[in-house]
Nanobody
């Protein structure tokens, strides 16, 4: 059974930092592009960042460029999202997702095969 389990969410003040982790089991993500998405209450899910299988290619939503960093440790079957200078409007449930093997990173959620349950990030003003 494939599982993606996010962790590291919580409450942080505006301007603060958090590091999210996504641990995979039941599937080797070392050959898969991975992505982070978020969904705020009453809003549609939106793309945050994506990374290719090797970690050599990353893409980001314009709103997070320069503040967020996606990375991965294939030996640990884990993907990370380092978030800095967080803003209150970035309060959301953050999800990680996995694409098919050797696919390119991308922002379209329809291209992802597996999803985690999400972790809540709350940024207070």
């Amino acid at each position: 059974q494939v599982q993606l389990v996010e962790s590291g969410g919580g409450l942080v003040q505006a301007g603060g930092s958090l590091r999210l982790s996504c641990a995979a089991s039941g599937v080797a993500v070392s050959t898969r592009a991975m992505g982070w998405f978020r969904q705020a209450p009453g809003k549609e899910r939106e793309f945050v960042a994506s990374i290719n299988w090797s970690g050599g290619n990353t893409i980001y939503a314009d709103s997070v460029k320069g503040r967020f960093t996606i990375s991965r440790d294939n030996a640990k079957n884990t993907v990370y999202l380092q978030m800095s200078y967080l803003k209150p409007e970035e309060t959301a449930v953050y999800y990680c997702a996995a694409k098919g093997s050797y696919f390119s990173p991308g922002s379209s959620d329809g291209r992802y095969d597996y999803w985690g349950q999400g972790t809540q990030v709350t940024v207070s003003s």
